[in-house]
């Protein structure tokens, strides 16, 4: 039920994330999804590829800083009712939310979460019969 992500540290410079993309793209490494939080200083880009240990080993070959990142996967319908139910569930068992982002697949949505106990919250999300994605079945959306 986890995901593997990518998180790699970026320098707020021009053209960073470009390197980043055509790194991978030269290794016909496949992007499911992206989302880019910065500072003035840095960003992080955090992605889901298709081949999490390859993307990370080519990365760190061009020098890039990358950690691996455990993440859940939840598809629901896409309104904003859904994804707060999908919140609901673990704010009411104290189970905080590190950081969360989505993309959309016509009528669902694929809600990507990092939990302070990833554990707990599959189990807490499976409780609530929501639909946790592996990896293999998010890259057949």
């Known amino acids: 039920m986890l995901i593997q992500q990518l998180s790699v540290f970026l320098e707020n ?3 960073r994330l470009t390197e980043v993309l ?7 490494i496949r992007i499911k999804a992206l ?6 200083e840095f960003g992080i880009l955090r992605l889901l590829v298709s ?3 390859k993307a990370r080993s080519v990365l760190r070959e061009q020098m890039f800083t990358v950690n ?3 993440v859940i996967s939840v598809i629901a319908p896409n309104e904003a009712k859904d994804y707060a139910k999908v919140l609901k569930i673990l704010s009411d068992i104290d189970i905080s939310v590190e950081y969360t982002y989505a993309f959309t ?3 669902s949505s694929v809600i990507i979460l990092r939990c302070s ?3 707990k919250a599959i189990k807490a999300l499976e409780d609530n019969e929501m639909d946790l994605l592996m990896a293999s079945d998010l890259y057949k959306i």
Do not use: Y
């Open 13 to 15: 410079k021009s053209g």
């Open 68 to 70: 691996m990142t455990e």
């Open 51 to 53: 081949d999490p240990e």
């Open 105 to 107: 697949t016509g009528k």
């Open 35 to 40: 989302t880019v939080a910065d500072t003035t």
């Open 22 to 28: 055509e790194t991978l793209g030269r290794k016909r």
């Open 117 to 119: 106990n990833n554990e």
